[in-house]
């Protein structure tokens, strides 16, 4: 007869004891108060464990999230996308700039106005360097945003003077635009020296019109939602 020492015969009983991953799910599922008690018996210990696991979760996602945004860059670069920029667009900057920036941009979009500061500032850091230029893509979310861009582009067919008045009116007041829309709208172009009548005509157009057609049609080609 084979005999054992005490220990093993103990690791034996309790390896033959212990039960499986199914035989716990089972004994949860019918005696739910066994996980209610084991909290209420260590409450800081459970509540220590389930913060542990938030924050490894956490980091996990933003791992996954990193390697997703920096594998889209690295695409991006290895194939960069070249916007379109017809003769006549409206051009802050140096027109002759190594370096282009196309904002598709959206005059009731109150992003599009936090990065205006932004813009103009780069553009005075790197004077002769940068040059914007400006795309229309108002969304449907925004009622009065076709319009403004539909007169911005209007405007600037009389002067780019003019139309970058009549844009940073717009985003300067865009409180009254949301509030006034076409009203505000004309009377911004007003301001801005504009001929109205002129301009509600081109406004209308078929060239102003298929422009921002374009502008769109590209906004979403390249894959964009939001402006700007």
Known sequence: MTRFSLPLCLLAFAAACRPSPDQL???LRKHPEIVADAIRAHPTEIME????AADSYQKVARARA???ENARISRELAAPRHP???PGRAVRGSPSAQVTIVEYSDFQCPFCRRDEPVLKALLQKY??????VLKQTPLPIHPHARAAAEMFEAVLRQGQDKAWR???LLFANQERL???GERYIEAAAREAGADLTRARRDAAGPEVQALIAADVAEFQQIGFSGTP
């Not at 464990?49 to 542990?52: C, E, G, K, M, P």
């Not at 004077?127 to 914007?132: E, F, I, P, W, Y």
Request: proline content about 0%.
């Open 25 to 27: 799910r089972s004994e």
């Open 49 to 52: 464990a389930l913060q542990f």
């Open 66 to 68: 990193d390697a997703t």
């Open 84 to 86: 379109v920029i017809q």
């Open 127 to 132: 004077d002769g360097k940068l040059r914007l």
């Open 166 to 168: 009549f844009h940073d």
């Open 178 to 180: 949301n509030a006034e």
